[in-house]
């Protein structure tokens, strides 16, 4: 069982619903449980792809694609979701393309350090990333300050806001129906079998 609650699958599918499993589709041609979880209301599954793919990978997104896979990693272990973990962390991992760098980020964000790992700007964004996910309603101007005094500049941060607030919407959206990775393609650079 890949979620706890009811997914339609294609052939099952009305025309409404084809629509928005084609828009969902990933780059293999699968249909990931995170989307296909909002099959009984389209129209989530439509606000959901958008949201997505706005937030992360945008082509006029300026942080680098693995800081964002590596922040959405990070949003992800702080809400214990496996599911959004293995995905991302897979992609961050292959575009860090150095196994030794990324044992070192991955050991740092799941003891919750991320200083063992990172400094500057990718520190300041991690140290964003947690206090925004564990303690949204503490947050201050002093918090998006010291992000401009690490050098990044508004557009960034508003870049890594978005990504951050994303996955906590996913994080949730997983864990609460029970959404697993059966059945999907983990990663997204990972070859279909």
């Not at 070192?104 to 300041?124: D, R, T």
Request: glycine fraction near 6%.
């Amino acid at each position: 069982m890949a979620a706890w609650i009811k997914m339609i699958q294609d052939d099952e599918a009305d025309e409404a619903l084809l629509e928005m499993l084609k828009l969902a589709r990933t780059p293999h041609g699968t249909v990931d449980n995170v989307m296909r979880v909002h099959s009984l209301r389209p129209n989530t599954m439509r606000g959901h792809v958008v949201l997505y793919r706005a937030a992360l990978h945008d082509d006029t997104n300026t942080l680098p694609v693995w800081l964002q896979e590596t922040i959405s990693s990070y949003v992800s272990i702080l809400n214990d979701c496996p599911y959004s973990l293995a995905n991302h962390w897979a992609n961050a991992r292959h575009l860090i393309n150095d196994p030794a760098r990324a044992e070192v980020i991955e050991a740092a964000l799941k003891a919750h350090q991320p200083e063992k790992a990172f400094e500057g700007k990718e520190l300041a964004l991690m140290q964003y990333a947690e206090k925004l996910t564990i303690a949204p309603g503490k947050m201050v101007k002093a918090d998006v300050d010291a992000l401009k005094d690490a050098g990044l500049d508004d557009g960034e941060i508003l870049e890594a806001n978005q990504i951050i607030g994303y996955f906590n919407y996913a994080n949730r959206l997983l864990n609460g129906l029970g959404v697993t990775t059966d059945g999907d393609v983990v990663g997204y650079y990972k070859s279909p079998e």
